[in-house]
């Protein structure tokens, strides 16, 4: 045995708990269900001083420069410096990569690590589910998770009277008390898990992602708290397997970048370094299944589908040996390997393919000289290939001297050592098993076997299948129950019902269930083979479900039974992608992927109600955004309006509208150069009426109801993409009548490539930190109302990694529901509206929000640059050569907003300059009935904040606009012609006169400091035209027009001349 076997042997005489109790303090542990960053406002202006403080969340324990950093529940914590020195053995704390304090900045938390830490040493099982969830300083909280990654396995933590099962949904890892009906959450990953283990004491979990700024994760499972994480262990692309070793002391990771690494990790040291790695050869596949050899921690083996690796670590680090296996080596077929483990006779590897067979690997060949062997297990071969069945093997393990296999049949087998079949477990209903995790408590096999085919005492397992179904199967009367059964393909459609506490989910495979969310309980479910469901929406009265599909058929069911109600209805062309109730019910109207807007209306058939065919129209020429139902203003008839990615808002007359023929009353362009993603009903919060509106640019409109009138610009959430959808939050009947909120998701990890403020690139900011970069994540939050630009008064938490589809509002407003689309799952969400409040009264009152928001604050430079600016407009508005006395005061005319903004670094177009004066202007009417003629500074500042770039100039926004506008020179750079720029300025978009075009280029180049010889004479047409032709070479690329006409500052990267 090498002398580190045996060191680490000694070492492990103790199991991991033991060893983190010769610690000599308790660790940094952060409980389960905190953030792993510090809630700051979005500004980043920190609030911590007010807010409850966190185990891992305290300011002095990330630094200044983390604290005032904007992040998200779940977000993950911050790149970790060197970690903290601990004993050896120590467990360490997942956050125990933040940066290290003083020691006198550490003790005042050693009372509070203490009751954390206790937590770990005297959890027990069984005690996850008595800790107390409910209070929590956060808006919005997870509280139920329906669906799981059917990818991955689930774990059986408990078995008889607590039957307990781990899982993995989405980013978070579920431990659900099945009899009991009570789940816990472990969170701390932002991307969704990608591979897990359970320790063989069912205590230690470790769980890792892919994705940036990767995790892996050591939980306790006893308590919930995770005891160790490992913070950039894979850089390039995070992790696709692991494993923990028997004694629960080593982990084995594998990464999932295109050059696979593989990682040796003893995670209850304080490291962040491996213990040893190396690379594999892209010829080997990709290693996607990897486990321990239960009789020696120092041997491991992982598979592709066409390679077997075998490892071995110690004092010379990690060696692999690959052996070499074909069709030709035993003159039959291989097929694709699934899983290997190692034989319990710890001389051979066994491993299942998908041909039904079983490849016996073994380090002693007869073939070979013994001298000439390499050690064990790196010179391991194929020595035979056992045909146990004709049907793939899926699962393939050892549990106590049986070895276990599970098929693409559903089919469970025992066997014993020498692959000689014992015991069969099967159903009809069970599809191609994922995995298989068996109980601790030993069952006698069933009777209907002879005594001579069962040598071995078996255990109860849970059985979970490809096709998102999970099995209870009890070996002692070979029972299988099902424990879980959810959608196996993505969750696009949710909908709750408007009156009572249920929800209705519906997938792409085409099943539908409705669940009691006040009892989390499963009520009723339909299949409907033919397509998958894409939305979902309840009548205003609760009796009817409708149901769009992607096949382009709407369905009618009842609310309860989930049986049709009406024969289907397919009259779109693609598939159906909203659908909604007028609020009497009396029209349903969907909209579908080929641009359509489809209308019916309710009839009675033979004393029936049911929905005919009205009408339908293609109302735009991109993708509409939404469709939206109200009431007119003088009746109580409905209004129908939509919304499109070609800036459409169409309304249309029901009441005009006959058989085949849709009425359109009003067409309006809601936006310049924006894409509007969704829209909603304002609350009445004033006497005018409004229509709310988000875009791709960060920004949220107002529209009067009547003319479409832009009335507001106001800066949304900033979280994230862009708000994808938007749900005005029910009112409870104690809530303040007055008091609003939204409710939003945004779905994408990527921003939109059409906004021009929308990318990492920013090459100007004004008034605004320069070259921003925001990593972005789907997120589900809350914003008061009224909308006014204050980043305090939203909030928002991750909540799908991977893309959010849909939300929903229980019709008290105490919670939320989101869905996840290709994840499979819905997540419950419990409002906490106080907390928000809280968090917006922290954040400052009054201009203190806006403030921050400038560069520098209200201290800063650019304050007092944009007072002299504000103050220099008084001067010219009163006439710059006026000997009368000047009137000292605080506000300017309108007339001077576009000169201010301009000064202060924002550029806006025409339509922009006036939308912000009437903004300003028709800010009274409606109550006084007077015109605004001038603006104070606070108020100024407001308007900037709102209006200018959410994200700041985009140098990615510009090349792409050279792309399409240019064409490549002899370098292969994007150009575009002088003379075709100076064209496109006077003739495209808003076209510029010969004269202005002249008073800005002239101005931009003809005044900059530093010029030497004379000055051409830019008031004459010839002096103008030869500055042009000097300062604008013949061929324009992005960064020349970006860094020497317009003279903005950009990075070093961006500039290619």
Same mark, same amino acid.
């Given at each position: 045995?090498?002398?580190?076997?045996?060191?680490a042997?000694?070492?492990?005489?103790?199991?991991?708990?033991?060893?983190?109790q010769?610690?000599?303090?308790?660790?940094?542990?952060?409980?389960?269900?905190?953030?792993l960053?510090?809630?700051?406002?979005?500004s980043?202006?920190?609030?911590?001083?007010?807010?409850?403080?966190?185990?891992?969340?305290?300011?002095?324990?990330?630094?200044?420069?983390?604290?005032?950093?904007?992040?998200?529940?779940?977000?993950?914590?911050?790149?970790p410096?060197? *970690?903290?020195?601990?004993?050896?053995? *120590?467990?360490?704390?997942?956050?125990?990569g933040?940066?290290?304090?003083?020691?006198?900045?550490?003790?005042?938390?050693?009372?509070?690590?203490?009751?954390?830490?206790?937590?770990?040493?005297?959890?027990?099982?069984?005690?996850? /589910?008595?800790?107390?969830?409910?209070?929590?300083?956060?808006?919005?909280?997870?509280?139920?998770?329906?669906?799981?990654?059917?990818?991955?396995?689930?774990?059986?933590?408990?078995?008889?009277?607590?039957?307990?099962?781990?899982?993995?949904?989405?980013?978070?890892?579920?431990?659900?008390?099945?009899?009991? &009906?009570?789940?816990?959450?472990?969170?701390?990953?932002?991307? +969704? =898990?990608?591979?897990?283990?359970?320790?063989?004491?069912k205590r230690w979990?470790?769980t890792a992602?892919?994705?940036?700024n990767?995790?892996?994760?050591?939980?306790?499972?006893f308590?919930?708290?995770?005891?160790?994480?490992i913070?950039?262990?894979?850089p390039?692309?995070?992790?696709?397997?692991?494993?923990?070793?028997?004694?629960?002391?080593?982990?084995?990771?594998?990464?999932?970048?295109?050059?696979? %690494?593989v990682?040796?990790?003893?995670?209850?040291l304080?490291?962040?370094?491996?213990?040893?790695?190396?690379?594999?050869?892209?010829?080997?596949?990709?290693?996607?299944?990897?486990?321990?050899? @239960?009789?020696?921690?120092?041997?491991?083996?992982?598979?592709?589908?066409?390679?077997?690796?075998?490892?071995?670590?110690?004092?010379?680090?990690?060696?692999?040996?690959?052996?070499?296996?074909? &069709?030709?080596?035993?003159?039959?077929?291989?097929? %694709?390997?699934?899983?290997?483990?190692?034989?319990?006779?710890n001389?051979?590897?066994l491993?299942?393919?998908s041909?039904?067979?079983?490849?016996?690997?073994?380090?002693?060949?007869?073939?070979?000289d013994?001298?000439?062997?390499?050690?064990?297990?790196?010179?391991m071969?194929?020595?035979?290939?056992?045909? +146990?069945?004709? $049907?793939?093997?899926?699962?393939?393990?050892?549990?106590? !001297?049986?070895?276990?296999?599970?098929d693409?049949?559903?089919?469970?087998?025992?066997?014993?050592?020498?692959?000689?079949l014992? !015991?069969l477990?099967s159903?009809?209903?069970?599809?191609?098993?994922?995995?298989?995790?068996?109980?601790?408590?030993?069952?006698?096999?069933?009777d209907?076997? @002879?005594?001579?085919?069962?040598?071995?005492?078996?255990?109860?397992?849970?059985?979970?299948?490809?096709?998102a179904?999970?099995?209870h199967?009890?070996?002692?009367? *070979?029972?299988?129950e099902?424990?879980l059964?959810?959608?196996?393909?993505?969750?696009?459609?949710?909908?709750?019902?408007?009156?009572?506490?249920?929800?209705?989910?519906?997938?792409?495979?085409?099943?539908?269930?409705?669940?009691?969310?006040?009892?989390?309980?499963?009520?009723?479910?339909?299949?409907?083979?033919?397509?998958?469901?894409?939305?979902?929406?309840?009548?205003?009265?609760?009796?009817?479900?409708?149901a769009? /599909?992607?096949?382009?058929? +709407?369905?009618?069911?009842?609310?309860?039974?989930?049986?049709?109600?009406?024969?289907?209805?397919?009259? !779109?062309?693609?598939?159906?992608?909203?659908i909604?109730?007028?609020?009497?019910?009396?029209y349903?109207?969907?909209? #579908?992927?080929?641009?359509?807007?489809?209308v019916?209306?309710?009839?009675?058939?033979n004393?029936?109600?049911?929905?005919?065919?009205?009408?339908?129209?293609?109302?735009?020429?991109?993708?509409?955004r939404?469709?939206l139902?109200?009431?007119?203003?003088?009746?109580? $008839?409905?209004?129908?309006?939509?919304?499109?990615?070609? %800036?459409?808002?169409?309304?249309?007359?029901?009441?005009?509208?006959?058989?085949?023929?849709?009425?359109?009353?009003?067409r309006?362009?809601?936006?310049?150069?924006?894409?509007?993603?969704?829209?909603?009903?304002?609350?009445?919060?004033?006497?005018e009426?409004?229509?709310?509106?988000?875009?791709?640019?960060?920004?949220?409109?107002?529209?009067?109801?009547?003319?479409?009138?832009?009335?507001?610009?106001?800066?949304g959430?900033?979280?994230?993409?862009?708000?994808e959808?938007?749900?005005?939050?029910?009112?409870t009947?104690t809530?303040?009548?007055k008091?609003?909120?939204?409710?939003?998701?945004?779905?994408?990890?990527?921003?939109?490539?059409?906004?021009?403020?929308?990318?990492?690139?920013?090459i100007y900011?004004?008034?605004?930190?320069?070259?921003?970069?925001?990593?972005?994540?789907?997120?589900?939050?809350?914003?008061?109302?009224?909308? #006014?630009?204050?980043?305090?008064?939203?909030?928002?938490?991750?909540?799908?990694?991977?893309?959010?589809?849909?939300?929903?509002?229980?019709?008290?407003?105490?919670h939320?529901f989101?869905a996840?689309?290709?994840?499979?799952?819905v997540?419950?969400?419990?409002?906490n509206?106080?907390?928000l409040?809280?968090?917006?009264?922290?954040?400052?009152e009054?201009?203190?929000?806006?403030y921050?928001?400038l560069?520098g604050?209200?201290?800063?430079?650019?304050?007092?640059?944009?007072?002299?600016?504000?103050?220099?407009?008084?001067i010219?508005s009163?006439?710059?050569?006026?000997?009368?006395?000047?009137?000292?005061?605080?506000? =300017?005319?309108?007339e $001077? =907003?576009?000169?201010?903004?301009?000064?202060?670094?924002?550029?806006?177009?025409? $339509?922009q =300059?006036?939308?912000m004066?009437?903004?300003?202007?028709?800010?009274?009417? +409606?109550?006084?009935?007077?015109?605004?003629?001038e603006? &104070?500074l606070? #108020?100024?500042?407001?308007?900037?904040?709102n209006?200018?770039?959410?994200?700041?100039?985009?140098?990615?926004?510009?090349?792409?606009? /050279?792309?399409?506008l240019?064409?490549?020179?002899?370098?292969?750079?994007?150009?575009?012609?002088?003379g075709?720029?100076?064209?496109?300025?006077?003739?495209?978009?808003?076209?510029?006169?010969?004269?202005?075009?002249?008073?800005?280029?002239?101005?931009?180049?003809?005044?900059?400091p530093?010029?030497?010889g004379?000055?051409?004479?830019?008031?004459?047409?010839?002096? *103008?035209?030869?500055?042009?032709?000097?300062?604008?070479?013949a061929?324009?690329?992005?960064?020349?027009?970006?860094?020497?006409?317009?003279?903005?500052?950009?990075?070093?990267?961006e500039?290619?001349?």
């Amino acid at each position: 045995m090498s002398q580190d076997r045996q060191t680490a042997q000694e070492m492990g005489e103790q199991d991991p708990l033991a060893a983190a109790q010769e610690k000599e303090g308790p660790p940094e542990d952060a409980g389960a269900d905190v953030p792993l960053c510090p809630p700051s406002s979005p500004s980043g202006m920190g609030i911590l001083d007010t807010l409850p403080s966190t185990w891992a969340g305290n300011q002095d324990a990330l630094g200044e420069d983390t604290a005032r950093t904007s992040c998200l529940k779940g977000a993950g914590p911050p790149k970790p410096p060197a *970690a903290l020195s601990e004993p050896k053995g *120590a467990i360490s704390s997942p956050h125990s990569g933040c940066r290290k304090q003083d020691t006198h900045q550490r003790s005042s938390k050693d009372a509070q690590r203490d009751g954390s830490a206790s937590l770990v040493w005297a959890a027990k099982p069984g005690m996850l /589910f008595q800790k107390d969830r409910e209070s929590s300083p956060h808006s919005l909280n997870l509280s139920w998770v329906f669906g799981y990654n059917s990818s991955l396995a689930v774990h059986s933590l408990m078995d008889g009277e607590d039957r307990v099962l781990l899982y993995v949904s989405s980013h978070t890892v579920v431990i659900h008390d099945v009899l009991r &009906n009570r789940q816990y959450h472990l969170q701390g990953h932002a991307n +969704v =898990i990608s591979c897990l283990c359970v320790s063989e004491d069912k205590r230690w979990v470790a769980t890792a992602d892919r994705g940036p700024n990767a995790l892996i994760i050591v939980w306790d499972s006893f308590s919930g708290v995770p005891v160790h994480t490992i913070f950039e262990s894979h850089p390039e692309d995070g992790v696709c397997a692991i494993t923990i070793s028997q004694d629960a002391k080593y982990l084995v990771t594998i990464g999932a970048g295109t050059v696979q %690494r593989v990682c040796v990790w003893r995670w209850t040291l304080p490291t962040e370094k491996p213990l040893c790695s190396t690379e594999l050869r892209p010829e080997f596949g990709y290693q996607d299944y990897v486990i321990f050899n @239960p009789q020696d921690p120092h041997e491991f083996v992982s598979n592709s589908k066409t390679q077997v690796i075998f490892y071995l670590w110690g004092d010379a680090g990690l060696q692999y040996g690959a052996p070499f296996l074909s &069709n030709k080596t035993f003159r039959s077929a291989v097929g %694709r390997f699934s899983q290997s483990v190692f034989h319990f006779n710890n001389s051979q590897a066994l491993t299942g393919t998908s041909a039904g067979k079983v490849v016996v690997w073994d380090a002693v060949d007869p073939q070979t000289d013994p001298q000439e062997q390499q050690a064990r297990p790196l010179g391991m071969t194929p020595t035979k290939m056992v045909s +146990v069945q004709k $049907e793939g093997l899926t699962v393939l393990q050892v549990l106590d !001297s049986c070895i276990v296999t599970g098929d693409v049949k559903g089919q469970v087998k025992f066997f014993d050592e020498e692959l000689l079949l014992l !015991s069969l477990y099967s159903h009809s209903k069970v599809g191609p098993i994922r995995s298989l995790s068996f109980s601790t408590t030993l069952r006698d096999p069933p009777d209907a076997f @002879p005594a001579r085919s069962r040598p071995f005492l078996a255990r109860n397992f849970i059985l979970s299948t490809s096709d998102a179904t999970v099995f209870h199967v009890a070996t002692d009367s *070979a029972d299988f129950e099902k424990v879980l059964e959810e959608a196996k393909k993505a969750v696009s459609a949710i909908a709750c019902h408007p009156q009572q506490t249920l929800v209705a989910v519906g997938s792409h495979c085409g099943l539908l269930k409705v669940w009691d969310y006040q009892h989390t309980k499963y009520l009723a479910s339909r299949i409907f083979p033919e397509a998958g469901i894409q939305c979902l929406s309840y009548d205003p009265e609760g009796y009817f479900l409708a149901a769009g /599909f992607t096949d382009g058929s +709407v369905h009618i069911l009842d609310a309860i039974s989930l049986q049709s109600s009406c024969k289907e209805l397919r009259f !779109s062309q693609g598939p159906v992608t909203h659908i909604s109730f007028s609020h009497d019910s009396q029209y349903l109207a969907t909209a #579908d992927e080929k641009h359509s807007v489809i209308v019916y209306k309710k009839v009675l058939q033979n004393g029936r109600r049911c929905w005919e065919h009205l009408a339908g129209l293609d109302s735009h020429y991109k993708p509409i955004r939404g469709i939206l139902f109200g009431v007119q203003a003088d009746s109580n $008839e409905p209004r129908l309006l939509s919304l499109g990615e070609d %800036r459409q808002l169409v309304e249309y007359d029901l009441s005009s509208s006959i058989k085949d023929h849709l009425v359109v009353t009003h067409r309006d362009r809601v936006e310049q150069s924006a894409v509007p993603l969704c829209l909603a009903w304002y609350p009445q919060l004033s006497t005018e009426s409004f229509i709310l509106t988000a875009n791709n640019c960060y920004k949220m409109k107002l529209l009067n109801t009547t003319t479409k009138m832009c009335r507001k610009t106001l800066l949304g959430p900033t979280y994230g993409s862009p708000l994808e959808k938007i749900q005005i939050l029910p009112t409870t009947s104690t809530a303040d009548p007055k008091q609003h909120y939204l409710v939003y998701i945004t779905k994408d990890k990527v921003w939109s490539p059409t906004c021009p403020s929308c990318t990492t690139a920013t090459i100007y900011r004004a008034g605004g930190p320069s070259g921003i970069s925001l990593e972005t994540k789907p997120c589900v939050g809350l914003q008061i109302l009224p909308v #006014d630009g204050n980043p305090h008064k939203s909030s928002a938490f991750i909540c799908h990694p991977d893309g959010a589809s849909d939300l929903a509002s229980s019709y008290d407003g105490r919670h939320i529901f989101t869905a996840g689309g290709s994840d499979c799952t819905v997540m419950k969400w419990k409002v906490n509206l106080s907390a928000l409040d809280a968090a917006a009264f922290l954040g400052g009152e009054d201009m203190i929000p806006f403030y921050n928001l400038l560069d520098g604050g209200r201290e800063g430079e650019f304050f007092r640059e944009l007072e002299d600016y504000f103050y220099y407009a008084q001067i010219c508005s009163q006439g710059m050569n006026t000997l009368e006395n000047r009137q000292v005061s605080t506000h =300017i005319p309108l007339e $001077e =907003i576009p000169s201010v903004m301009r000064a202060i670094g924002f550029y806006p177009s025409e $339509e922009q =300059i006036e939308e912000m004066i009437n903004e300003v202007k028709f800010s009274k009417y +409606v109550d006084t009935g007077e015109q605004v003629t001038e603006i &104070n500074l606070g #108020d100024f500042i407001k308007l900037y904040i709102n209006h200018r770039p959410a994200l700041g100039l985009s140098m990615k926004s510009l090349q792409r606009a /050279f792309q399409v506008l240019g064409y490549d020179n002899e370098k292969g750079d994007k150009v575009i012609d002088r003379g075709d720029l100076l064209s496109l300025l006077q003739c495209r978009g808003e076209q510029m006169t010969e004269d202005e075009l002249v008073q800005c280029l002239t101005t931009l180049l003809g005044r900059r400091p530093g010029r030497r010889g004379s000055e051409p004479d830019t008031s004459d047409p010839s002096g *103008a035209a030869a500055l042009i032709e000097e300062e604008i070479p013949a061929e324009v690329t992005a960064e020349i027009f970006a860094a020497d006409i317009l003279g903005l500052p950009i990075a070093a990267p961006e500039r290619k001349n």
